[in-house]
Structure formats: C-alpha cells, structure tokens
C-alpha cells in the first residue's frame, strides 16, 4: 500500500537486517540495495507503524549504518524528515526510546523508577544521536552532553546544569552560614546542627562537642565545594578536595577533619539533599521561599535567565556521577 509517508509494508525488506544484523553488515547490505535501479523507491517504505530504515536503525543503536544512510539514502531529507505514526522524526524516536530506558524499568507488572541510577546513555546511541543533529566528530564535552541527555548545551561534565550549580550553591552558603553560627559553643552547636551532621561518621559526631577544629573542618567543606562549583566544576569529590589543596587553608581544620576519618560526601550529601527537598519542582519549593518570600510567584530574574536543561531536577543522578550514591 502506498501512502504519502511511503509504502507501506508488513515487513519491509530492511527490517530483519536493521533489526537482527550487525551494524557493519548493514551498512554492506544497505550499500548492496543502493546499488539496484529502484533503490529510491526501497529507502521510502516503511513498516505498519510508518517507520522508516533510519527510523529502525536509529533506534536499533547501529551508528554506522545511520550515518551511511543519512549521507547515501536522505535525499533531500526524505528519511530524516520523516515522521512514524507517533509522530516523531528517526531522531525524536531514538530520543523517546532514550528517555523511557533512562527513567524506568519493567518488572513484572510493575514499572520502577530508575532515573536516580542513570549512569549515561550507551556509546552507539549517543553517536547516533550526534550524527542524526548533524553533529561530526564530536568533541569530548559534546559526547558527555549527548551521554547524558543534556538538552541545554552548557551542563558541565555532561550532567551538571546551570540551575542545578546555582540550587547547590544557594544551599551551600545557606548550610556554611547557619553552621558557622554558635562554633564557639560546641556542646549547643552539635545539638542545634545535629539535622546537619546527620551523614558524619558517629565518634566524629561525639567529638564535635569538645573539638571546636573539628567543627570548623566540617563547616569549610561547604565552602570549598562553593568553591570548586564557582570555579566552574562538578561537585565531584575530587573537584572538591582540589579546591581544598589549592585554598592555603591555614589553620589546616579541614585536613584534620579528614584526617580523623570525616570525608568531603558528609558535607556534599546536606547539600544535595536539601537542594533536592526544597527545589520548587522536585521539592517543596521552601528555597525560593526562604530566599525570596512565600508570595513569590515568577523566578527571579537571574534564575530566570539560566537556562532550562533535562538535566536540572536530576539530583540522585548526578549526585551518583559525583560519588555519591543512593542520595
């Protein structure tokens, strides 16, 4: 039957080989029909649910063979503007597939949630993704941004997106003021920050109370990965205790702090946690409350001008990339 999307086919002669060929030997086969009088006429079918060979091969994660047929098979776009019955492009399909894998998982009749778990799209996908935009040789910021499904072009690592960067960095110099209140007192300081210290290791816990330097360690972790974040990095540990070394701390409470057995995560973890709890979407929206007053309605204007990105309420995603799983 032929219809204005193409013909269309039970099974079309390309789909056992996008579906069950390697990609290589797709590519082969592909270049074998090319090579028949009426190949035009081959790349426009398309199967009952009005997808096309790029369609299939795209969302099959057969890299090669989606560049072949885009620089061999797309005339004037044919294939790449092309939409299935859903309505999506071979690159909007490849994208809907990416998501669902990305953010739930099948069990039994249960669907589970697993977006907190994403570790990055597979290497064939992202490179069908690049070469579906157009996008060739690819730099290394451009693949990590294509791994992770950032949709703003500007998430740090791949992941880290300018909303999220200015939630933690709110969060963080909240939690660094708030604790450096009362440091002098050490018994009234761990009973009124024990919601805060929640994530430090028990004996450290205890020694908050008589070791004022031990405090005083824990409250400069926030400022250093305020830090390495204004700095232009990722909260990753390592980012931070870069930021830590190249401070000069002087007295060094920080490297005692790590020392007696405390780690940069006790810190990060508050920080995450509260971003995420109290984000206007993912949360209760008691950030902008505190910040800005309980009848805020719009965004405040330097909020506003960051950019929105897949990425920005992600919170146990990248708070995995940065070493800290199961937030």
């Known amino acids: 039957m032929f219809t204005p999307y193409g013909t269309v086919e039970e099974t079309p002669s390309f789909s056992p080989c996008s579906l069950t060929f390697p990609d290589t030997e797709c590519v082969d086969y592909y270049k074998e029909i090319n090579q028949h009088p009426n190949s035009e006429e081959e790349w426009r079918k398309v199967d009952k649910k009005l997808n096309n060979v790029l369609h299939i091969a795209s969302c099959e994660y057969k890299p090669r063979t989606v560049e072949w047929l885009l620089n061999n098979a797309d005339v004037d776009q044919t294939l790449s503007s092309a939409r299935n019955i859903k309505g999506y492009t071979a690159l909007e399909a490849l994208e ?21 778990n994403f570790t990055g799209f597979p290497t064939d996908a992202v490179n069908c993704v690049a070469a579906l935009q157009g996008i060739q040789a690819p730099s290394r910021i451009q693949s990590l941004r294509l791994k992770f499904g950032c949709t703003c072009g500007q998430c740090v690592d791949g992941f880290f997106s300018a909303r999220m960067r200015e939630a933690l960095l709110c969060q963080g110099e909240l939690s660094h003021d708030m604790l450096d209140e009362y440091n002098d007192d050490g018994p009234f300081w761990a009973e009124m920050h024990g919601h805060a210290t929640r994530h430090v290791a028990p004996d450290i816990q205890r020694n908050f109370t008589t070791n004022r330097s031990l405090r005083r360690g824990f409250v400069n972790i926030f400022a250093h990965v305020k830090d390495a974040m204004s700095r232009g990095a990722s909260p990753r540990v390592q980012n931070v205790l870069d930021a830590w070394t190249s401070s000069g701390e002087w007295p060094p409470v920080t490297k005692s702090y790590f020392e007696r057995g405390g780690a940069a995560v006790d810190a990060l973890r508050v920080m995450f946690e509260a971003a995420r709890d109290e984000d206007q979407w993912a949360g209760s929206g008691g950030l ?14 330097g909020l506003a001008a960051l950019p929105h990105c897949r990425n920005d309420l992600e919170f146990g995603m990248v708070a995995l990339m940065c070493g800290m799983p199961n937030l």
């Open 96 to 116: 809907s597939v990416l998501e669902a894998k990305r953010t739930t998982m099948e069990y039994g009749m249960m669907t589970i949630y697993i977006s907190d």
């Open 288 to 301: 902008l409350d505190n910040i800005f007053g309980v009848d805020q309605v719009e965004e405040p204007a």
